[in-house]
């Protein structure tokens, strides 16, 4: 029997991440040398930047939907989106493209 998914149940997959993304932030403040960054920040162009920004959402998109339909319509298109996401962040931080198979235990959940 499954329970219907509560705030607190939803509050909790969003808490890892978000812990891990503050580690992080705080981690690279002190890392990062500030004056080289905004000298290199000054030379971006953002429409390269919000172009490529939107295609790569684009791809990640009708890749959830082709997935989605692969698995006969089984994970809501936003379900599919968060599976593709997790898989790609965790093939770039685990060896073995273990992302594969995380996309698939959060895929079957």
């Given at each position: 029997m499954t329970f219907p998914e509560t705030r607190t149940n939803r509050w909790h997959k969003w808490l890892p991440g978000i812990i891990i993304s503050?580690?992080?932030i705080i981690a690279l403040a002190f890392v990062v040398d500030w004056?080289?960054?905004w000298v290199s920040f000054r030379q971006v162009r953002f429409t390269t930047v919000a172009?490529?920004?939107l295609l790569?959402?684009?791809?990640l998109v009708f890749r959830s939907l082709a997935w989605r339909s692969l698995l006969?319509?089984?994970?809501s298109v936003v379900d599919a989106f968060l599976c593709e996401n997790i898989g790609y962040l965790l093939n770039n931080l685990l060896p073995f493209?273990?992302?594969?198979l995380a996309?698939?235990?959060v895929g079957a959940e």
């Open positions: 503050l580690a992080v004056g080289q960054f172009s490529l920004a790569s959402f684009f791809s006969e319509n089984k994970l493209r273990l992302g594969e996309r698939a235990v």
